[in-house]
C-alpha cells in the first residue's frame, strides 16, 4: 500500500508536536495586535501577511486559528480576540457581505460554530445558522448540488467543485442543532452528487464539475486551479482526501471509505521524497515546481479523522502517514523565525497560472491562512483527542 518513499520516514512525536503547538501560539498571540479587528489576508506576501476586512473566503481560519491555539494555551487574550471577530461574522452574514459563494462552511465552522462549541456563544450560534441557510440557498435540486461560484442562473457557473465538501459540516451541524433536516438533507445529496462525478478511474479528481442546466445531467469535468484538465490538482485531492472522511463521519456510507482509501492512496503514491506535494500531482520530484504545503495539512487532518472509523492496521498505516508527513511540515517547511514570516507555514501555492488553467496568479510559494489553519488542526489532532469544529 503507498509510496515505497514513507516506510523511511520518521513520525512526529509528542514533545516535537508540543514544541510546535507552542511556537504557534505564540506568533499567533504576537499577530492579535494587527489581526484582531482586522483579518490575515489568504495568503502572505513575501512571507508577511497585511490586514483586510472580513471578506472573501479564508478570514474564518485566522478565527480557527486563534482558537485552536486556544484551546492549546488557555490564554485569555486569545479568547477576548476570537469572540471579538465573531461579531464581525454575525455582522457579515446579517448584512450579507460578500456571502454569494459557497464557502460558508470555510467561513463560518472554525470561526462561529467553534465559538458555540467551546464557549456557547450564542450569537456565533446564531450567525452559522443563518450561514448554513446561505448556503443551501445555493442548492441546485436539477443536477442535486451546491453550486460554488457565480450567478445561479448562468450556464458558464453550473458546476460543483471538489472543495464544497469542507462546507458541508456546517449543514450536518445545522440540522443537529435546529432539529431541522433541510441542511443535512441537501448536503447528502451533493455529496452523492460530487463523489460519482469528480472521481476519476485512476482514483485522482477533477478539480470542478460541470453540468447540464437544462437537464442536470452531469456534463464534464474541468480544472480551475490545477495545472491543466486531466491532471491532479494536490489540493483538490487533498480536500477530497478530508472532504470523504468528514462525508463519512456524518453518513456513515461504507462506500465513502473506499473512496476515501482510493483518494488518498492516489495522492500518497504521488508525493515526492519529503511527503509534501507539489501544487499539481503530476509534477514529479525535481521538477523546478512550488510546493502546496497546505495539502500535505490537509491531507493529515482526513487521515487522521478516518483513521478513527478503519479496522487497526489500516487505521495505523493513515495515522502513522499522517505523522510522516507532519514530521516533514514541521521540520522543513514551519515558521521558526517571526522575523522571516508572520504565518505559521511557508511553501503553500494558492493560485499559480498555468497556459491550461483558468485561474489567477497569486500566493505562490507564500504562506496561506488555510495552511496554517490545517497545520495546527493536525498538530492539535496528534496532541489530544480533539473535539472537531467541523
Ligand atoms: N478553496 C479554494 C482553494 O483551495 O484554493
Partial sequence: MGNECLVEKECITREEVKEALEFASEQ???????????????????GFYKPIDNVGWTTGFWTGEIWLAYEFCG?????????????????????????????MGFLYTPSCVAAYKLTGN????????????????????????IQAWGSMEDVKDYRLIIDCLLNLPLLYWASKET??????????????TALSNVIREDDSTWHTFFFNKETGMPNH?????????????????????????????????????????????????????????????EFLRGDAEPRDS????????????????MEKEEADYYKQT???IMKSVTDHYSVNDYKISNGLVLHSTYSKHSPYNTCGHYGV???????DYFYMEALTRLYKDWNLYW
Avoid at 122 to 138: K, M, S, T
Avoid at 294 to 309: N, V
Wanted: some cysteine.
Fill in 28 to 46: 499567533i498571540i504576537r499577530n492579535l495586535g494587527e489581526f484582531t479587528d482586522q483579518f490575515q489576508n489568504a495568503f502572505s506576501e513575501n
Fill in 75 to 103: 490564554d485569555k487574550r486569545l479568547l477576548k480576540a476570537a469572540n471579538s471577530q465573531v461579531g464581525s461574522f454575525y455582522n457579515r452574514i446579517v448584512n450579507k457581505v460578500d456571502v454569494d459563494h459557497h464557502d
Fill in 122 to 145: 450564542l450569537e456565533a450560534r446564531e450567525a452559522a445558522i443563518l450561514a448554513a441557510d446561505q448556503l443551501i440557498g445555493r442548492y441546485q435540486p436539477k443536477g442535486k448540488f
Fill in 179 to 192: 432539529g431541522n433536516d433541510k441542511y443535512q438533507e441537501i448536503a447528502d445529496k451533493h455529496i452523492h
Fill in 221 to 281: 469535468g474541468a480544472t480551475c486551479q490545477g495545472y491543466r484538465d486531466g491532471s491532479a490538482w494536490a489540493r483538490g485531492q487533498a480536500w477530497g482526501i478530508y472532504g470523504t472522511a468528514l462525508a463519512y463521519r456524518y453518513t456513515k456510507r461504507k462506500e465513502y471509505i473506499d473512496i476515501f482509501k482510493r483518494v488518498t492512496n492516489y495522492f500518497i503514491g504521488h508525493l515526492p521524497e519529503d511527503l509534501v506535494p507539489y501544487w499539481d500531482l
Fill in 294 to 309: 497546505s495539502s500535505a495539512s490537509i491531507a493529515a487532518c482526513g487521515m487522521l479523522e478516518m483513521a478513527k472509523y
Fill in 322 to 324: 499522517a505523522k510522516k
Fill in 365 to 371: 510559494d507564500e504562506c496561506n491562512s488555510w495552511g
